[in-house]
Structure formats: C-alpha cells, structure tokens
C-alpha cells in the first residue's frame, strides 16, 4: 500500500495512505466525517473510465493513515494535502472535498493558491463559517459543538450511530437509497478512526473560511442536498453565493449529506460535467 510521509511524531513517522489508479488528468479526492477513501467508492470508478488518473486519501487519524495525537487542524491538514501533491507531482489538479474534505480544498487554496490545481468541487461543504459569532450571528452556537464533543468523548458508538444516522438521513433513506450492508461498511470505517481524531476533527468544524474563500482563483463547483441535516445548504453552501469569484452551485432535491454515496449518479454527472 503507498503511504506518503507528512510529518514525524516521536520516533515513528505520520504517513497518509493514498490510493493511485488510472492515468490523464488528475483528480484527488478528500473524504469526510467519520469515513475513509472508501467513502468515494462511486466516483472512483466513474473517473477513471472518463479517463482520469484519480487519488484518493485517507486523513491522518482516518482509515489506513497514521493516527498521531497531534494536528487535527485545518492548517495542518492542508499542509498535509500539499505534500501528497508534491510527492506525486500533481499539475492541473482537480480538487474534490466531501463535508470535512471541503475545508482542505478551501485552506489549501486560500494559503497555498492555484498553483497545481485547475479546478476544485465542494460536496456539501463545511465553509464558509458555522460557529455564531458576533459577526456571523447566522451561525450555530458554540455550545452545540461543545456538546458534540462531549458525546463523542463520553459514549463514542452512541455518538457514531446518530451521527451515522443524521449523515445517511436514515429515517427516511434506509432501505430505499441506503442498505443495511451501506450502512453496516460506514460503520465499520467509522469506528478505524482513532478516539483522539473522533474527538479533536469536531473542533474543526468551527474553523473559519472566510479569509480563504475571495482568494480562490480557480473555478469551483458546489454540490449540496437540500435536506443536509449534518451541515443544512443554509448555513453552509448557500452563503457561498458571492464568496468565491467563479461559482457554480447544483442543489440536490431531498438529498442528504452523503449524496455521493445516495445520489451518485447526479452527483457524478454534476462532476464530469464540470472538469471536462
């Protein structure tokens, strides 16, 4: 399995695991929340036979990657990201985010620019800011957050399940768009994620983008249920309308959070339409 070194924690080193297949223009793929590179199982397939050659990752502390105590921030995962590029020398890079993957896509391109990327896609996004705060009364308050933390600290598959739940929109959604055998898989990615980044990714979620967001100078794409119940289109993709110079934006009707996994075909369509 290839790994790429992005850091060094003690005696042994922090690698990210990434998958490489196909060849042409490259494609890397950010996974969200609690989930791993397999969270792309649907696009992946999709790409390579559009002929492109597709990375995909696993964050530290997530999937096959190292689980370091340490550097479960957007500054740190965005370094992370532009080391995997310069590895593989990635040119003309198409940057694709889900949920957390998002804010890499965002932070990589507001601090280290457009360089090696041509194009970047946000699949229902984290930015450009959730916290309330007094300039950005429109957000949610600090102690929602405070109290995610405590329930993935306290009771972590209690925490895992709801969460698990709220991403697929179970209620509605299982046994129609998502199986039990779906279900069961997330679950099982979910809980190879180490307990320090279950804890320390939630504290993330109130990063801030809004300094990133007038610095991308590629086009960007964002792709968003309406029925988003981790990360509601109002609070989220919504206000990006305005914020990034070059924007086009696709509204899933009744989607969820996972609409790459529930919604792939609209979703892979939105894409390819998008990087051809």
């Known amino acids: 399995m290839p790994y790429a070194k992005v850091g060094q924690e003690n005696s042994g080193p922090i690698e990210l695991y990434y998958e490489d297949h196909g060849s042409g223009a490259p494609v890397v793929l950010i996974h969200g929340y609690p989930l791993s590179c397999r969270a792309w199982d649907k696009q992946v397939p999709v790409l390579l036979d559009d002929g492109r050659r597709v990375i995909a990752y696993d ?15 957007y500054d740190t ?39 090696r990327v041509a194009r970047g896609v946000l699949v229902s996004p984290i930015p450009p800011f959730l916290l309330q705060a007094p300039d950005n009364p429109d957000g949610l308050p600090a102690s929602l ?10 009771d972590a598959p209690a925490w895992m399940t709801t969460f698990l739940d709220n991403f697929y929109n179970i209620d509605k959604l299982r046994g129609t768009l998502v199986s039990n055998e779906a279900y069961q898989a997330s679950w099982n990615i979910a809980t190879s994620m180490s307990a320090i980044a279950a804890v320390a990714c ?5 990063a801030d983008f809004r ?32 914020m990034i110079k070059d924007l086009q934006s696709m509204v ?3 989607g969820p959070h996972a609409i790459a996994w529930t919604h792939a075909d609209q979703v892979n369509s939105a894409l390819l339409k998008f990087i051809a």
């Open 59 to 73: 964050r530290r502390g997530f999937g096959n990657s190292s689980k370091p105590a340490t550097g479960y921030d």
């Open 77 to 115: 995962f965005a370094s992370d990201l532009r080391v995997l590029l310069e590895t593989l020398d990635l040119r003309d890079v198409v940057l694709v985010g889900h949920s957390m993957g998002t804010g890499e896509v965002t932070r990589y391109l507001g601090k280290y620019g457009s360089h």
């Open 145 to 154: 957050f405070d109290g995610f933390v405590h329930q993935a600290g306290n």
């Open 202 to 206: 939630i504290t993330t979620w109130e």
């Open 211 to 242: 300094a990133d967001l007038p610095k991308i100078d590629v086009p960007m794409l964002v792709i968003q249920g309406d029925a988003d119940q981790v990360l509601p289109y109002p609070k989220t993709g919504q206000r990006l309308n305005g």
């Open 252 to 254: 899933i009707d009744d």
